[in-house]
């Protein structure tokens, strides 16, 4: 095997599922292991998950074989990538500090790094995925919220206190739904899981659809993914709900291009699976959202790696960390 300073632990921490990857530098996964997150026994019984999935990619001495540890997590994170506060649906985590809980139980001074993971994904997109091509870039994930980062020369833009981007949480009607953030009319309370997939059922009950056939009664489960899957089918008012939800994505994206001067964007979450359905119309919209003089080489793209792209990028975090500390040092 190679050095073990070309390879980190990336994990994507989740209320459902805890998913890792051992990452090589240059050539990205090389093994991936999942395992529930039980969140509702706590954070100390969560962080004993994370460390046990560690080891169970690395062995029972990390630090012999990796160069660090990164985490993508809900919840916001400090300027030094330390801790973690108030992750949603993870019942009694106020602010914990998992780099120090984490080094803990494994017996690793190795670095323990966290991030936003709508920004850790943004990482893994620019260094590994699709937005590899774009120096600086949007990303957008779509799915139980929507999450944001902001990718400039292929670093993360942080803002002052380690919280910028949070995109889900910008207003396109100050009179809209209210999002879980308690901003009406934010983009989260459009694009969210949950809203898209109760705002669709509230549309489409009284409407010929084959979604009536695929769900049970009234549309009663009705999920984004049967969104997608009728409309592949040609289910007009199917692909009527997706190009509704595009048009509020793109209105969106118009005013970050405004305050940011970025034009490229990368979708990615699990409505994003529906592909061009969602992402035409947002391109059709968002310049009517942009500034004559922003218009130029606007471009939305996919983001097609799904879940590793989270992975991917709380992993290069130590690669990142490990060369600035390498040339701080030289």
């Given at each position: 095997?190679?050095?073990?300073?070309?390879?980190?632990?990336?994990?994507?921490?989740?209320?459902?599922?805890?998913?890792?990857?051992?990452?090589?530098?240059?050539?990205?996964?090389?093994?991936?292991?999942?395992?529930?997150?039980?969140?509702?026994?706590?954070?100390?019984?969560?962080?004993?998950?994370?460390?046990?999935i560690v080891r169970q990619l690395t062995g029972d001495a990390p630090a012999e074989r990796i160069a660090g540890v990164g985490i993508g997590s809900p919840g916001a994170i400090n300027w030094e990538r330390t801790t973690v506060t108030q992750p949603p649906n993870m019942p009694g985590w106020e602010t914990v500090n998992l780099?120090?809980?984490?080094?803990?139980?494994?017996?690793?001074?190795?670095?323990?790094?966290?991030?936003?993971?709508?920004?850790?994904?943004?990482?893994?997109?620019?260094?590994?995925?699709?937005?590899?091509?774009?120096?600086?870039?949007?990303?957008?994930?779509?799915?139980?919220?929507?999450?944001?980062?902001?990718?400039?020369?292929?670093?993360?833009?942080?803002?002052?206190?380690?919280?910028?981007?949070?995109?889900?949480?910008?207003?396109?009607?100050?009179?809209?739904?209210?999002?879980?953030?308690?901003?009406?009319?934010a983009i989260e309370a459009y694009l969210g899981h949950r809203f898209l997939s109760r705002h669709a059922r509230d549309r489409l009950r009284t409407r010929a659809t084959r979604l009536h056939d695929m769900t049970e009664q009234d549309l009663d489960d009705l999920t984004p993914k049967m969104l997608h899957e009728a409309a592949?089918?040609?289910?007009?008012?199917?692909?009527?709900?997706?190009?509704?939800?595009?048009?509020?994505?793109?209105?969106?994206?118009?005013?970050?291009?405004?305050?940011?001067?970025?034009?490229?964007?990368?979708?990615?979450?699990?409505?994003?699976?529906?592909?061009?359905?969602?992402?035409?119309?947002?391109?059709?919209?968002?310049?009517?959202?942009?500034?004559?003089?922003?218009?130029?080489?606007?471009?939305?793209?996919?983001?097609?790696?799904?879940?590793?792209?989270?992975?991917?990028?709380?992993?290069?975090?130590?690669?990142?960390?490990?060369?600035?500390?390498?040339?701080?040092?030289?």
């Open positions: 095997m190679s050095s073990r300073h070309d390879h980190a632990v990336g994990i994507d921490l989740g209320a459902t599922t805890i998913k890792a990857a051992l990452v090589k530098r240059e050539e990205g996964l090389s093994e991936e292991l999942a395992l529930s997150t039980e969140a509702d026994q706590g954070p100390e019984h969560i962080i004993d998950r994370i460390a046990r780099r120090d809980a984490l080094q803990e139980r494994l017996d690793f001074d190795d670095p323990v790094l966290v991030e936003n993971d709508a920004s850790a994904a943004g990482l893994g997109s620019a260094h590994y995925g699709a937005g590899r091509p774009f120096p600086s870039f949007i990303m957008v994930t779509l799915g139980t919220g929507v999450g944001g980062a902001i990718i400039y020369q292929d670093r993360i833009f942080r803002g002052s206190t380690g919280g910028a981007a949070e995109l889900g949480h910008m207003t396109i009607d100050y009179e809209g739904p209210v999002a879980r953030s308690g901003v009406a009319g592949e089918q040609g289910d007009e008012p199917a692909r009527e709900m997706l190009a509704w939800a595009g048009h509020k994505l793109g209105c969106a994206l118009g005013s970050t291009v405004n305050l940011l001067d970025i034009r490229k964007v990368v979708v990615g979450g699990g409505i994003s699976q529906a592909g061009d359905y969602l992402l035409d119309p947002a391109r059709e919209a968002l310049p009517r959202y942009v500034m004559p003089g922003l218009q130029d080489d606007l471009d939305i793209v996919q983001e097609t790696l799904g879940n590793e792209v989270g992975m991917l990028g709380a992993a290069h975090l130590v690669f990142a960390h490990q060369q600035d500390h390498d040339l701080s040092t030289a």
